[in-house]
């Protein structure tokens, strides 16, 4: 059966049987399985195969190369602590995902997309301050590219 609920203030579809208990249904929330399914993030442990029937799915593999991806894994190795390995993909992956949609995210926005990768380590605020400073800076490109 699905069971909608709200975790950490996303909707949430899970897939669920009878007997089964919350933390067994919550355990997709690591963000490691992270694609894009149709434009959308989805947490694809989440998504039995046979709705993704049809289903264009892009991964951090596919989006790795492009520049976009490029500036946010420079912005990550700029930093002190870097997001770990276990972690790095998914978050690459949601502001590519925040940019795509909104070149020029608030703190807030910023928080929000993250929040969809489970992290306890890092130092948010770095992150959020590398993230926000690579943004103006790709703002500043894009609008001196365009102005010449
Ligand atoms: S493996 Fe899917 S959220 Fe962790
Ligand atoms: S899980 Fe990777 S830095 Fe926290």
Redesign the pocket.
């Known amino acids: 059966m699905i069971v909608d609920i709200t975790v950490n203030g996303l909707a949430r579809h899970l897939q669920a049987r009878s007997d089964s208990l919350l933390p067994d249904c919550l355990a997709g929330r690591c963000g490691r399985c992270l694609v894009f399914m149709d434009g959308r993030l989805t947490y694809s442990c989440l998504v039995p195969a046979f709705k993704a029937r049809g289903s264009v799915i892009l991964s951090y593999e596919a989006l790795a190369s492009l520049p976009e991806t490029q500036e946010i894994e420079t912005a990550f190795s700029a930093m002190e602590s870097p997001?770990?390995p276990?972690?790095?993909k998914a978050k690459a992956l949601v502001l590519y995902g925040l940019l795509a949609k909104n070149p020029n995210p608030c703190e807030t926005e910023i928080i929000e997309a993250l929040s969809m990768v489970d992290?306890?380590?890092?130092d948010h605020y770095a992150l959020i301050a590398a993230i926000a400073r690579m943004a103006v800076g790709r703002n500043k490109r894009i609008y001196s590219r365009e102005n010449k």
């Open positions: 997001p770990c276990f972690c790095r992290c306890p380590c890092t």
